[in-house]
């Protein structure tokens, strides 16, 4: 499956954005889709999972009650909307999809968030 991130940008810090990834190739409703995060220096972390079905939601610690993932599989998308922003919250965004537990076999290339304090 082929994902392509987008949404990123740069907001100040209490914003708000909104990632989306597409994605194409095989069929979207088979896979656990997730968010992940990079920030310079640092290795990539765990930002937010959906179920195949949408009906379950996983959450990091850090954005739990700021950021809302969600799918829409008749539209091939799932979205990550991020409230109240942080400095913290600075990095690149990636979107992955998956179907064995606890494993993403596909990444989306990236896009950037930078919140500014």
């Known amino acids: 499956v082929q994902l392509q991130a987008s949404g990123g940008g740069l907001v100040q810090a209490g914003g708000s954005l909104r990632l989306s990834c597409a994605a194409s190739?095989?069929?979207?409703?088979?896979?656990?889709m997730g968010w992940f995060r990079q920030a310079p220096g640092k290795e990539r972390e765990f930002v937010a999972a959906?179920?195949?079905?949408?009906?379950?939601?996983y959450y990091a610690d850090s954005v739990k009650g700021r950021f809302t993932i969600s799918r829409d599989n008749a539209k091939n998308t799932v979205n990550l909307q991020m409230n109240s922003l942080k400095a913290e919250d600075t990095a690149v965004y990636y979107c992955?999809?998956?179907?064995?537990?606890?494993?993403?076999?596909?990444w989306g290339q990236g896009t950037q968030v930078t919140v500014s304090s």
């Open positions: 190739g095989r069929t979207f409703s088979n896979y656990r």
């Open positions: 959906i179920n195949k079905s949408g009906s379950s939601t």
């Open positions: 992955a999809a998956g179907n064995r537990v606890n494993l993403y076999d596909y």
